[in-house]
């Protein structure tokens, strides 16, 4: 009966080292699991701000591209104009040396 209560306590104290090694195991796992949820957590922000960055980048130069054309726009039509005005201004200049 000593024997028996003997292997009975060794059993128990061999299954709660079992039992801690095992909850041990799975805290260790656990905590890897978080950390590696966390740097995919770390990965997407970096990834979204990239993205962010990136997208503010295209606009920027989408809307210097509208400025430029309508810069040249505009210089285009002050340039239109002002060689209307010059043609004017000799025609004009012609007409009164004829009449002269």
């Known amino acids: 009966e000593e024997h028996s209560r003997e292997r009975a306590?060794?059993?128990?104290?061999a299954a709660a080292e079992d039992a801690k090694a095992f909850a041990e195991e799975r805290a260790r796992t656990a905590e890897q699991r978080d950390k590696s949820d966390e740097a995919a957590a770390v990965r997407e922000r970096a990834e979204a701000r990239a993205d962010v960055r990136r997208l503010l980048?295209?606009?920027d130069d989408a809307l210097a591209a509208v400025w430029r054309g309508k810069v040249q726009g505009a210089e285009s039509e002050a340039h239109g104009k002002a060689r209307e005005t010059l043609l004017a201004e000799i025609e004009a200049a012609a007409?009164?040396?004829d009449d002269a």
């Open 9 to 13: 306590a060794t059993l128990e104290k």
């Open 95 to 97: 007409n009164e040396r």
């Open 57 to 59: 980048t295209e606009y």
